[in-house]
């Protein structure tokens, strides 16, 4: 007769797309989720999955047996965990940007009720992390194809093109080629020495890639707007970082393109724990606090 925790095991597996990751899911070691899936197997006679170079796939009865002890599952784990949890205190782990961050959650934290511990970091790295165990919930600047992971669309930022307050702004109505050229010999601020967000705003502006390097390079949004406003050089920001100091007159939108340059921000989770009770009420508290939420794709 087959075991629950077999069927948990199983579950698991489908999820998060392979065996490791099933582990981490469920605070296990490997060989012991690996003997859950081989009892099971034994139990149905046939295998339920096929091992691959990119993780686990279901065979067709892998796929009906899920589709018909998933629910079940669910439901069970749903119970337990209330059991378990009684008014014990919840705590997550993030990992978000550390613009993000500080300026759409950090004004926000004073009414979470849980505990939070927070990674900030680069969102590849983020995102292997969270496949990894190490985080609960992440917030990504990209929809990284990763197996075991659900992508939730979050909101859209856009990007502008910004100088200090004493900045000259090309005239684009007389010659906007010269006025392009013009940008071209500016002091320019980027976070990285391969331009990221100046790059794809150029692209997407004029079809092309940047044909300048960067004067300054600062890996910290906050601080390159510090130096723009500081008269250093000129940058291309996420609206969220500049729309109040452009407001305020301290900074100035040297141009703005014919078509918005936007960006998608995602948040992940692992596909094994949206029955999670303990977890589903923190995505949910993100998503509520995203000014702009995006339509599902």
């Known amino acids: 007769m087959a075991n629950f925790e077999w069927y948990r095991s199983f579950v698991a597996i489908y999820r998060e797309g392979s065996v490791s990751a099933a582990a981490q899911a469920r605070y296990m070691t490997q060989p012991a989720i690996s003997q859950h899936l081989a009892a099971l197997e034994r139990e149905v006679g046939e295998p339920l999955f096929q091992r691959g170079p990119r993780g686990m796939v279901p065979t067709e009865r892998g796929a009906a047996l899920y589709s018909a002890v998933a629910p079940a599952v669910e439901q069970l784990e749903r119970i337990t965990s209330q059991l378990r949890g009684g008014s014990k205190e919840a705590h997550h782990r993030l990992g978000a940007p550390a613009a993000y961050f500080r300026e759409r959650l950090v004004p926000a934290l004073a009414e979470y009720p849980g505990r939070l511990t927070v990674s900030l970091g680069e969102s590849a790295q983020l995102v292997e992390a969270l496949r990894a165990g190490e985080l609960d919930v992440v917030i990504a600047t990209q ?22 307050a004493g900045e000259p702004v090309p005239d684009w109505t007389s010659d906007p080629k010269a006025a392009r050229i013009e940008l071209e010999q500016r002091r320019w601020i980027s976070y990285g020495e391969e331009l990221p967000v100046i790059r794809r705003f150029w692209r997407e502006a004029f079809e092309e890639r940047p044909p300048f390097t960067a004067h300054l390079v600062v890996p910290d949004l906050h601080v390159i707007r510090e130096l723009v406003q500081a008269g250093a050089g000129i940058s291309v920001l996420p609206a969220y970082l500049v729309d109040e100091p452009l407001k305020a007159g301290r900074l100035k939108e040297l141009w703005i393109p014919p078509r918005p340059v936007r960006n998608a921000l995602w948040l992940a989770y692992r596909t094994g724990r949206r029955a999670d009770p303990g977890l589903m009420p923190f995505v949910r508290w993100i998503l509520e606090r995203a000014p702009r939420p995006l339509e599902p794709r």
């Open 143 to 164: 929809h990284l194809e990763a197996p075991g992971l659900q992508f939730v669309p979050l909101e859209t930022e856009t990007f502008r093109l910004v100088g200090g």
